[in-house]
């Protein structure tokens, strides 16, 4: 019964060591991402830097899937440019064109009205009730460049929460079964 | 070293990077457009100059557009969407801009147009400051790509006015 024992011992030591290993190699992946996300947020200036279309309401420049780089530069709000925005109340961000602004003389501070491209009218429909006009902290950021279908991926995962999982599942298996 | 999972993923990695190398370098490859667009804008007519039901000073008028595009596009260009803003100053606010026509461009062929049209969306002022007033009508485009860095510019004319009385 010894050489059981041994070998038991044996396979356990080199199972912890390798199983560490692979943990904090997992950890080191993980916290990369991290780092790349945070400094992309950094290096932007918004809150989220990259989003991706949910609906159609800015076709046929960009459709579902796509994914839009964002920048948030302390330059006014002008006209045409197309804005990330959150509606108190609503979580889900809202990229759509500005087609009016005002701006005060004294305070630099803007009324700004959205309208997404392929929708008949404005977004006064979508904004909090009552509310007439967009202010420069509902802004998360302008559009500046694009990747088209690369989105997919984040729509399938949100609405389709199994395909996550069995993902994670898969990716944790392979980690576990790997040599390396 | 050459089991599947290594190869697949090896192969899936070089995919990724080679398409992020050509998205980058199409997205590149619009810099070397050399552009020159051109528009005239008119105010054919003003049909009518009111106060709404909020106390807004609002005008409808009638817009002959008509601009050459085409030197915009190129073989990375999705849509060009081209828009007409009115801009003026009040007391109160130092810039306002009021988009009054927005159209989508989807291809070289639609680029050189002429448009006779009513304001697609309300001109309306925050307050009643629009009697007599001078404005600037702006022909902004916007050239989106089909990868990369989208950009815009604009055509500024001067020298249109308002009507000093509400008809």
């Known amino acids: 019964m010894g050489w059981v024992g041994d070998a038991v011992d044996s396979v356990k030591s080199l199972q912890i060591r390798q199983v560490i290993s692979q943990v904090v190699s997992l950890g080191m992946i993980v916290t990369s991402a991290l780092i790349i996300w945070k400094g992309l947020m950094c290096i932007t200036g918004s809150e989220s830097p990259v989003v991706v279309v949910l609906s159609g309401s800015m076709e046929p420049g960009f459709k579902r899937g796509d994914i839009l780089f964002l920048h948030m530069s302390k330059d006014p709000i002008r006209a045409g440019e197309i804005v990330v925005f959150n509606v108190d109340g609503r979580e889900i961000p809202i990229v759509h064109r500005v087609i009016k602004v005002h701006e005060r003389q004294d305070t630099g501070e803007v009324d700004v009205l959205t309208k997404g491209d392929n929708n008949f009218g404005d977004d006064r429909l979508l904004y909090a009730q009552g509310q007439l006009w967009l202010q420069r902290h509902h802004i998360m950021g302008r559009a500046v460049g694009f990747l088209p279908y690369v989105g997919w991926v984040t729509i399938i995962m949100t609405e389709k929460p199994i395909i996550k999982y069995l993902l994670i599942g898969a990716l944790g298996l392979l980690v576990i079964t790997s040599k390396e | ?167």
């Open chain 2, 1 to 167: 070293m050459h089991s599947f999972v290594y190869r697949a993923n090896a192969l899936l990695t070089f995919a990724v990077m080679v398409l992020a190398f050509m998205c980058a370098m199409a997205s590149l490859s619009d810099n070397l457009n050399s552009l020159s667009p051109s528009a005239q804008l008119q105010v054919l007519n003003v049909n009518w100059f009111q106060k709404s039901t909020q106390g807004n000073d609002e005008v409808s008028m009638t817009l002959n557009i008509s601009a050459n595009l085409q030197s915009l596009f190129t073989w990375n260009t999705k849509q060009v969407f081209a828009f007409l803003t009115a801009e003026y100053e009040t007391p109160k606010n130092s810039l306002n801009q009021v988009s009054l026509w927005d159209g989508i461009i989807p291809s070289k062929e639609h680029a050189k147009f002429s448009i006779h049209t009513t304001n697609k969306y309300r001109f309306t002022d925050q307050g009643c400051n629009l009697l007599g007033k001078q404005y600037n009508l702006t022909l902004h485009w916007h050239v989106m790509p089909k990868t990369g860095k989208m950009f815009a510019d604009k055509l500024v004319m001067t020298g249109f006015r308002l009507p000093e009385e509400y008809r």
